[in-house]
């Protein structure tokens, strides 16, 4: 009868009992027979597992990862927002903005602050020149 | 920790239970042939021993927080397959009432070659099934998936000395099973 040693790496695991159990078990291996066997196995195993993996993935979301999620959108626009806001302030109100003003105001715009004083003070020219000033004026 | 490369199962296990897909992937190529052949072990059948080993992985997976002991996933996950397996087959047993010979329920036989094989494949399995479950499981384990006796010990959680006592009780009955067979010739004539 011939005898059939099998074994492994680590030198205790010949056994000479007649019988290659290894070799014979290879016959229970479904992957001998269909090498795409074990390959359709672990698709079946991960197709089937991915729901599952899916949810485990959401639940591990917490609040910090979301506030993280959302500051990748919301500090950009936030920064671009402050920076328009910073032009606006810095270029003053436009040129073609209606102006308003109060009766008082009107009367007295573009005149220098000090042609009333100067007018009714003593130490005007004339009351004549003064008299013209002040049509000139109002 | 990360051994060159091929992360442990402990690190595999915590990236799983935040959904990390590739790292179950992992761990479903490590041990999807363990699973198979102490699913086989228990239940006798290719088809019934793929079901239960799918399954487990995917109870596995569901109750990755239960396993208390990531390092020692792969014992753990050998204990799930082992259950669902009897589950599996006390099912079987209360639906079918008929009794199906080995032979019967391995792959559909085609002409030829694959006849004799399917043929062999079935008197292999009633050797198999002659034999007690913890000896099947840890020849299956040894000779099928090739983990040796140190590892089985360690995944099993049994002395070293019990799998090769197991181990050498399992070959013995089976050498005595097949004697003669043509299992035996054909093993002799692959090896």
Known sequence: MKKVRTGGSDGRENHDDGLNSRVVMTELDPGISDSGYWDRFRFRVMSRAAAELARRRAAGVTIGDVLEKWSRTLVPLAAAAAAVALILIWRGPSIDAPLTMGIEEALTWDLEDEVLPTLFSGEAPGEASAFIFASEAF | ?191
């Open chain 2, 1 to 191: 920790m990360v051994v060159m490369g091929r992360p442990d199962d402990s690190e595999l296990v915590r990236r799983a239970r935040g959904g990390d897909g590739d790292a179950f992937g992992v761990l479903v190529d490590r041990y999807m042939r363990a699973a198979y052949a102490v699913a086989l072990s228990v239940t006798g059948s290719h088809e019934d021993a793929e079901d239960a080993a799918q399954e487990s992985f995917m109870v596995a997976l569901q109750k990755l927080e239960e396993c208390r002991s990531p390092e020692r996933f792969a014992g753990w996950l050998l204990t799930i397959v082992r259950n669902r397996s009897r589950n599996l087959v006390r099912r079987e047993s209360l639906r079918d009432t008929d009794e199906v010979p080995a032979s019967a329920r391995s792959r559909a036989p085609t002409p030829d070659r694959e006849t004799e094989r399917s043929e062999l494949r079935g008197r292999l399995a009633e050797a198999l099934d002659a034999l007690p479950q913890a000896q099947r499981e840890i020849v299956l384990l040894h000779d099928l998936e090739g983990w040796k006796h140190r590892e089985i010990a360690e995944r099993l959680e049994i002395p070293a000395g019990t799998v090769r006592s197991h181990l050498h009780f399992a070959r013995k009955a089976l050498r005595d099973a097949l004697d003669e067979s043509p299992v035996r010739k054909v093993g002799e004539e692959r090896a």
